[in-house]
């Protein structure tokens, strides 16, 4: 076995780990009962995926140049998930799609309600 | 290495489907935004997984720009979300959307016949004033002399 043969299964492994954290996010963005655990779905176990396929690439591809674009790519996938994750949360809760009995704690609604008197909360219809 | 590009590559596929799936189902547009979101990135992955298996690097730039455009949706989409009517929960059949179809051009029709209604009586109205007045200046001549 040479070095290369084992950086090969190594490769394999990160690609196959990444592809099963992708299909989880798949099951879990269908089988999840409301908005916000699908995004939790559809975020958190993707973006480990898509990091766990990259460094496999890399570690097959076993070159600097392709290795500092594929941190760029991660960087910026780990840049934007949270944001498009924020703001379709945000969204969610504003037109309703967040239900206050599916939460354990709730500290949106009580946070505008201290403030601005009893506010719409999540299940109100506020655009 | 075979082996594990099949593997990935199925569970890559199914990942994809599943999207698919919550798309067409979503009860609403955020859904919709989610899964969409969900495939760009197995899409990534896709890319990815293939330049693994054929060890190239022209295609890297997709990973790229998809990881960098593929946020814009979501976020845009999100900003504009408004509160949807309860039938926008799922996707219309091909003889709803017919129907509606015909539905409106019926309604355009209506529309145009009854401009053409208007526009007619009113002509009417203008020839019987125009007569009116003809009648009366004829009527005024003869009373000059």
Known sequence: MTLDVWLDIVAGTFLVAGAFLSFIAGVGIVHFPDLLARMHAGTKPQVLGMLFMLVGLAVRLRSWSVAGLLLLVILFQMLTAPVGAHMVARAGYRTGKVHAEDLEFDELTEDTERHDGPAPGPTSNRT | ?145
């Open chain 2, 1 to 145: 290495m075979i082996y594990a590009v099949i593997v990935a590559a199925a569970l890559l596929a199914g990942a994809a489907i599943l999207a698919l799936i919550r798309a067409e189902k979503g009860p609403s547009m955020l859904d919709r935004t989610v899964a969409f979101d969900v495939f760009t990135t197995t899409l990534v992955a896709a890319v990815a997984l293939e330049a693994a298996w054929s060890r190239r690097t022209d295609t890297l730039v997709l990973l790229v720009v998809l990881s960098l455009v593929g946020f814009v949706g979501s976020v845009t989409i999100s900003r504009f979300a408004a509160i949807e009517p309860e039938d926008a929960a799922r996707v219309r059949t091909r003889e709803e959307v017919e129907a509606e179809r015909l539905a409106e051009r019926a309604a355009e029709e209506a529309a145009v016949e009854a401009e053409q209604a208007r526009r007619e009586a009113l002509r009417a109205e203008a020839a019987r004033a125009a007569e009116e007045a003809a009648q009366a200046s004829d009527s005024s001549e003869e009373e000059r002399p």
